[in-house]
């Protein structure tokens, strides 16, 4: 490819993004389903027959495929179209407009995710026609693209009932989605996380019971008194430290990278024990926000976001609730969690039950992978200063979906952002903006992934 084909496949990728972002899907209410038909014309048009699937009305999931020779099986390239609402009133361009303004593309999804979707669709175009008029080899595995609905509430009408009722329509071996693969700096240095891993979810109501009665006559056996006190601890308990290999490979590898004393201070935390381990990790990581992403990566955590007690004044209730959101390591599920917290609650634990209301399970997958091998390859050759390193997303994505499939997903959203630039700083934002070099950078990297990778070189 020479530098004609790499500015081209940045203009295209600029242009569609535009596209996406003046097509508004806030969700609620989604309307994903215009996004789809916009994808699916350009597939259309590219000679891509595209599989376009409503999970409810206007809630549209658009699929296309590259055929390979078969010889190995497909791999994934995935993305939501959904973005968070806005508060126009705090952004200086229209959040929808796609406008172009010194050098960034502004708008709702600019980063998450329509951004990484327009870098995926600009890449499977580009191999799409490459494979038809013969200038490439045809993939050894069958490149899937997917754009669905509905990841950024919890309603679940995007890729998890499309997998579960269509499994075969996005089956694969590999998958690449959003989180992870754009820069970050630390001390001056340049790392690519690779996300490899993502935390759980256990949501659950913790019940405090007491004795009921007159609220005239105040009694010591308050389960409203219960809960306060049952939450403060929680909110002050020191849980115990996991270290998953992920989170394992993550420290060391920022640790390398660092080097000197910093590195040596950061290595120190792989020392700790589950005991020791909070404390420890406070005293030897003196930036704030990294040892608060430390931490999190290498603790299941608890927080209270909801408190439902009594109906009338003078009535002391039997019972009081606490809505509690959990978040675990990988090898840690709703049982462990709830472990965890009776023991942090030590003697409150005796008026305290636990429901839990839903889980997710943490994910977690192997870096010794030929893909992994090729993401890192070419985060080096494209980017020599910058060290690609294994990392653990503590929210969650569309993977745990496509997990179920039985596919290794990293998030791999490569982009490049300038010094003091973060992604999570402008994700969900107000003038939500991605630089054009940004872009140009990413939708190159992403392309030497995906064609070497799959032998469409
Ligand atoms: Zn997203």
Redesign the pocket.
Known sequence: MTDLHWSAMADETVRLLQGLIRIDTSNPPGNESAAASYIANILHENGITPTVIEMAPGRGNVIGRIKGDGTAAPFLLYS?TDVVPVEREHWTVDPFGGVLQDGYVYGRGAL??KGIGAMQLAVFLAIARRVQAQTCAVPHRDIILAATAD?ETDTDLGIGPLIAQHPDLLRAEYGIS?FGGYSMYAAGKCFYPIQAAEKGTVWMRMRARGKPGHASVPHDDNAVVHLARAIDKLSRARLPMHMSPTARAFITGLADGLGGAHGAGIRAVLGNTEQNGSPLLEHVVRDAGLAAELRAITHNTVTPTGLRAGRKTNVIPSHADAVIDCRTVPGFGAAEMVDELMHALGNEAENMTFEVDSVSPPIEFSTATPLYRTICQTLKRLDPAGIPIPSMLTGA?DAKHVAKLGAICYGFSPMRFKQGEHFSDMVHGHNERVSIDSLSWGVRALYEVVSQFTGAA
């Open positions: 939501h998450d995710m990841e959003e994505t």
